[in-house]
């Protein structure tokens, strides 16, 4: 990030001076809350040797409960912090992390580089690598990418980086993780329950992916435009992605539609599109049953062609939006997809060098699904697919039509970068610079890219 040294917004420009100023003031406060809870696991050894040597004095047995102290201990800290003694706990067990094995993620917080969500992020997904090298190098990348990452997009790329350095362990604890699957009921007020599911990512992301495609269906065109504009819950922050289905660049102003007007928004349709599935496996109140339930879900997965082979050692499956998945579904969702995409990429960088098929059909918009992978805009992960694909240099101003000119852009970001003063350009290797109304230029690189872990065992030419 840069600044002018003039900025053509000067208020903004403070404004964002502010900002940033008090955010790192912010994590600094969050470091040193982190450091006084990580005492806090010392207070609980004492306690619990103290409990031991009461027990053995008084051959009262309970009072040597292993948990006793833990929860003796977070049960004070919880209230006087006004938050559950299970929520301390956890901040407990990431804080000793955090400051015994991460110490550089610890001095990234502590100075302000990053914030307490890519700390947790780094630390999450960092826990399964055993070996003191591997965690040093897994910190080392993961910090470059907290440095330009949002929190949301950082924690998929963390997550990946670790199943790259240590893929055995990743893989046992996908499968560990899988045997947690269930369905959950709650009642709510006014005549509503909810429902939720834990399950598998990949599936779970497609069954929300086709409900999303069957309600635009039953809204029709304005409609799911309204629908969306009053409902953002359709952009999970771990939305997948989306190999098919790519709009090319459309007009920005409003397009006629034959659909009846629909007043429900996009999450009342789908609400109801995925209750009509689970008790009579059609959409039946729906006036075209047929078309709607031919609609499949789309999701986007890379397989590396070792792990696809059955080496543990090839890299992890990635769902494109979300981050590793178990490897053994990956090669089950391969196996059953009618088409492949051969994605060739780089061995140094990871970025994506080519796209093909055997019988390719829209290759270019299959490489920028494979590149992008969500909306480009800083920050945004909306899926590929429910997005445009943006000419960066205007195609009317002369611009290419080519991988080089053009990138995924949600449709809320992609008014923003017509309509506002905010200006992109592309650096090469699919690099996007987006410059604000302040003169700051924040730098947007390709998922690839940003979660690749070089070989340690082959040197480039």
Known sequence: MSVHEESPWPVLDRLVDRVLDARRMVAAAQAAEAAVLAEAVDVISDRATQLRQEATATGRSGLSSSDLPLREVSLELGAAMRVSDRTVQARISDAFLLTTQFARTFTALS????DAAHATAIVRAGVLLSDTDDRARYET??????????PA??????????????????AERARAAAQERAVRLYDLDEGLARLIVDGPAPLLHAAHDRL?????????????????????????PDGAASTTALRTEPSLGAEPTTHRPDPRTLDQVRADLLCELLLTGVPTSFDDNAALGAITGRVQVTVPALTLAGDPTG?????AGYGPIDPDLARRIAGLAPGWDRVFTDPYTGEPLAVDRYRPSAQLQRYLAARDEHCRTPGCRRRVHQGDVDHTAAAADGGATDHRNLACLCRRHHVVKHCTAWRVRQLGHGVLEWTGPTGRRYIDRPPATVRFVPATDVAPF
């Open 212 to 236: 999303t495609t069957m309600g635009r269906s039953v809204l029709g065109g304005a409609g799911a435009r309204r629908a969306e504009a009053e409902s953002d819950a359709d952009t999970p």
């Open 153 to 170: 997009r950082m924690t998929a790329a963390a997550q990946a980086i670790a199943a790259t350095i240590c893929p055995e362990a990743f």
């Open 111 to 114: 100075d302000g580089e990053i």
């Open 141 to 150: 990348l993961a910090l470059d990418v907290a440095a330009t990452e949002s």
């Open 315 to 319: 890299g992890p499956a990635l769902l």
